[in-house]
């Protein structure tokens, strides 16, 4: 995964992102967006963008954040609450629609 969505989103669902992505590759869950590793194509367009800078490089994730990689890759790679399936990579986030759900984890998240 390259880009990597953090903290800064959850509850703030400005989605300036979603609309800036070629790829489609941003989720809409219920708390925060989620960049799908397996469609993003890496061109940063979305990072820019995000008015609270949520958007970063994997790399360049800071340590107190480091779950959100993990995070973002879950929602892809595990069933979600009330879902039987994986999400996976279903070709673009505008077909899919606002999924209303988020990580057990991004559901009982509280800032520090």
């Given at each position: 995964?390259t880009?990597?969505?953090g903290?800064?989103?959850?509850?703030?669902?400005?989605?300036?992102?979603?609309?800036?992505?070629?790829?489609?590759?941003?989720?809409?869950?219920?708390?925060?967006?989620?960049?799908n590793?397996?469609?993003?194509?890496?061109?940063?367009?979305?990072?820019?963008?995000?008015?609270?800078?949520?958007?970063?490089?994997?790399?360049?994730?800071?340590?107190?954040?480091?779950?959100?990689?993990?995070?973002?890759?879950?929602?892809f790679?595990?069933?979600?609450?009330?879902?039987?399936?994986?999400?996976?990579?279903?070709?673009?986030?505008?077909?899919v629609?606002?999924?209303?759900?988020?990580?057990?984890?991004?559901?009982?998240?509280?800032?520090?």
């Amino acid at each position: 995964m390259t880009f990597v969505i953090g903290a800064a989103c959850v509850d703030v669902m400005d989605r300036a992102c979603v609309d800036e992505c070629p790829a489609d590759c941003i989720y809409v869950g219920e708390r925060m967006a989620y960049i799908n590793p397996a469609e993003c194509i890496d061109c940063s367009a979305c990072e820019p963008v995000c008015p609270v800078e949520a958007i970063t490089t994997e790399e360049d994730v800071a340590p107190e954040e480091a779950v959100f990689v993990t995070e973002n890759a879950r929602f892809f790679t595990e069933a979600l609450p009330g879902r039987t399936e994986p999400l996976g990579a279903p070709g673009g986030a505008a077909a899919v629609g606002p999924l209303g759900v988020d990580t057990p984890f991004i559901q009982n998240y509280t800032a520090p």
